[in-house]
Structure formats: structure tokens, C-alpha cells
Nanobody, 117 residues
Framework: QVQLVESGGGLVQPGGSLRLSCAAS????????MRWYRQAPGKERELVAT???????TYADSVKGRFTISRDNAKSMVYLQMNSLKPEDTAVYYC???????????WGQGTQVTVSA
């Protein structure tokens, strides 16, 4: 059974930090590109950060320099370190695994991040 389980969300003040974790199981984690998406109320889901099988990373312009995505293939984990958080970072954050060759796409249930004073 495929599972992606996010954790680490919560309430943080502007300028603060959070580290999101995503635990993967039920598929060959190392073969998948892993991504973090987010969806704010009333907005479409947006891609925040990507890490390839080889460890290459890309980021949305809005989070570049503040967020860092990483993965641990031995533990089947992907992380999102979020620093200098802003109120506009408030959203539900989703972990996603994607296999380009076979077009398989897995999603977690999401974790809420709220940035507010």
C-alpha cells in the first residue's frame, strides 16, 4: 500500500522556521522525483520545490533562498526546511512522488502551515 505521510506543520510567527517531513512507503522511493506543493485558501495548488532522483533541486521564485528540499533515500524521507516564513506562505503543504517513465503520481494528505503573529 502506497503512503506519503506529511508531518511538521503548525503555527509559526513571521520570520520563523519550520521543517516539514514526508515519510514514504509502498513504492521504490529512490526511483521517484519528489515534490512539495502547497495550496492556500481560494488559490490553486502550486509547486514549491522539486528534488530529482539524482538530488537536483528547483524552487518556485517565491521561496527561493528561504526553503530547502532534501531527501534521504535510505529512510524513504523527503524534507522541506522553511526559513524566514511569511504570512503568504500559509497553506496546506502536500508531498508528491512522481515517476516520469511510468507516469505514476502519489500524494500525501497534506499538513497545515500557518504563519501569523
Amino acid at each position: 500500500q502506497v503512503q506519503l505521510v506529511e508531518s511538521g506543520g503548525g503555527l509559526v510567527q513571521p520570520g520563523g522556521s519550520l521543517r516539514l517531513s514526508c515519510a514514504a512507503s509502498g513504492f521504490t522511493f529512490s526511483m521517484y522525483t519528489m515534490r512539495w506543493y502547497r495550496q492556500a485558501p481560494g488559490k490553486e495548488r502550486e509547486l514549491v520545490a522539486t528534488i530529482t532522483r539524482a538530488g537536483g533541486t528547483t524552487y518556485a521564485d517565491s521561496v527561493k533562498g528561504r526553503f530547502t528540499i532534501s531527501r534521504d533515500n535510505a529512510k524513504s524521507m523527503v524534507y522541506l526546511q522553511m526559513n524566514s516564513l511569511k504570512p503568504e506562505d500559509t497553506a496546506v503543504y502536500y508531498c508528491n512522488g512522481y515517476h516520469f517513465a511510468i507516469k505514476l503520481d502519489y500524494w500525501g494528505q497534506g499538513t497545515q502551515v500557518t504563519v501569523s503573529a
